[in-house]
């Protein structure tokens, strides 16, 4: 994988195509503001990553990405299509990871698989399925139900259905949650092909490191607005001489430092 110093060089912060825009969003639970004017772009072949505190809005603003809640205000446009007035069409140009209770549990992962194919409209043979497996290092659990995985296999099977059409985006909500540290750069890997195969991606995650590792780009979310948005690189160069930076450094300041710096170390739900 390139490092994110390289990427930073070669991949512009939501300039040239954008793939996704989300502009001014607002979203309501009744009296209470989930999501404050949430606005960022996603260039062709980035990685952005959001980043923010359990309940800062991150999972909120991927649902309406996703077309699975309307909100208040504000607009969300993919691959130039109105995604709240065309949320079909949208749709389909979205590859999105599902969790394991989304998935048929009566069915085998190699039928799954398949059938997953051909509601996305791919042609698949059961050659075929074999061989994505294989790829994806799960050709001997071709027969098992996803229930009989590991927690890494699961995750790599989750991302191969979230990847089968080729998305123009993918949508990943803490992907490598729980994992390992090899099961992690093996997703890590598979996220850097989905790339390199021409699709962007928008992540959450609670792993800095994994922020570090994989993301262009990052939106830091809290309370439901934006906090800063940057590389890695430039969000710690930005911040390393912030006096809350400093209080809580251990060494050289990382990006964690930062996330803690910004958004508080209070404990959140």
């Known amino acids: 994988m390139t490092s994110p110093a390289d990427r930073s060089q070669t991949v512009p912060g939501a300039a040239g195509e954008s793939v996704l825009r989300v502009d001014?969003?607002?979203v309501k639970y009744g009296s209470r503001t989930a999501v404050d004017g949430v606005g960022f772009a996603i260039a062709r072949g980035e990685i952005l990553g959001l980043l923010g505190p359990n309940g800062a809005g991150k999972t909120t603003t991927l649902s309406v990405i996703e077309g699975l809640?309307?909100?208040?205000?504000?607009?969300?446009?993919?691959d130039g299509i109105d995604a709240l007035r065309h949320p079909i069409d949208a749709r389909a140009r979205l590859g999105v990871q599902?969790?394991?209770?989304?998935?048929?549990?009566?069915?085998s992962i190699e039928q799954l698989l398949r059938l997953y194919?051909?509601?996305?409209?791919?042609?698949?043979?059961?050659?075929d399925a074999r061989a994505a497996l294989d790829d994806a290092g799960l050709g001997q659990e071709a027969s098992k139900r996803l229930k009989g995985l590991s927690g890494g296999q699961g995750?790599?099977?989750?991302l191969l259905i979230a990847t089968l059409h080729d998305p123009l985006l993918l949508l990943l909500d803490e992907p490598t949650s729980g994992l390992d540290p090899q099961s992690r750069r093996s997703l890590w890997?598979?996220?850097?092909?989905s790339r390199r195969r021409g699709g962007s991606i928008l992540l959450t995650t609670h792993s800095m490191e994994e922020a570090q590792a994989?993301?262009?780009?990052?939106?830091?979310?809290?309370h439901g607005r934006i906090v800063t948005t940057g590389s890695p690189a430039e969000l710690i160069a930005t911040h390393r001489e912030d006096p809350r930076v400093l209080a809580i450094a251990h060494g050289e300041p990382t990006l964690e430092d930062v996330f803690i710096a910004l958004t508080g170390s209070d404990l959140r739900d």
């Open 189 to 193: 890997q598979r996220i850097e092909a």
């Open 214 to 222: 994989v993301c262009d780009r990052i939106v830091i979310i809290d």
């Open 69 to 78: 809640r309307r909100p208040a205000s504000g607009s969300v446009t993919v």
């Open 155 to 158: 995750q790599r099977f989750s």
């Open 24 to 26: 001014d969003l607002v």
């Open 98 to 107: 599902l969790q394991s209770s989304g998935f048929q549990p009566e069915l």
């Open 117 to 127: 194919a051909g509601l996305y409209g791919v042609r698949m043979s059961r050659a």
